[in-house]
């Protein structure tokens, strides 16, 4: 692990990737459902996207909050950015869907589904929970019928 050494700068106006960007008078932030990495980073965007209306739809209000909307991993990757790369925000939405992809690539199968099994440490509803979002994702989609047929045999590995 590395350390903090002396030739790491952190001053806010160095730490900041959009220093020069300022708040709009009356701006208040809405609530984001953060992004940790996990999940579709394209449903990420348009969800922020549709969150900021009200910052005016200005490239650079969207990227300079944008971190405000990233957890985990999704934040670490948006911190090591050289931002001086992104001049507008679909610069900055494209980086960020393309290293996000895999995401969209390991899109789950029946087949897979039905190999899904309880971890030792979740509980029965933990477990339930993460089957069906697993499933939910499955293309084309399932029916309800469907569903709970795999889910029994998720349940059943002989």
Known sequence: M????????????????????????????????????HGEPVAHLRDYCSKMRGAGRKDELLMAYFSQSLSGVALEWYTRQDA??????????????????????IVPDRTSVTKMEKKPNESFREYMLRWINQAARVNPPMEKDEMVEYFLQAQDPT
């Open 84 to 105: 001086s790369k992104w001049y507008t925000w679909d610069d900055m939405a494209q980086a960020f869907a393309r290293h996000f992809q895999y995401n969209i690539d």
């Open 2 to 37: 590395q350390g903090i050494g002396s030739q790491v700068s952190v001053s806010c106006k160095d730490l900041c990737l959009f220093p020069e960007v300022q708040l709009l008078v009356g701006f208040k932030m809405p609530k984001f459902d953060l992004y940790d990495g």
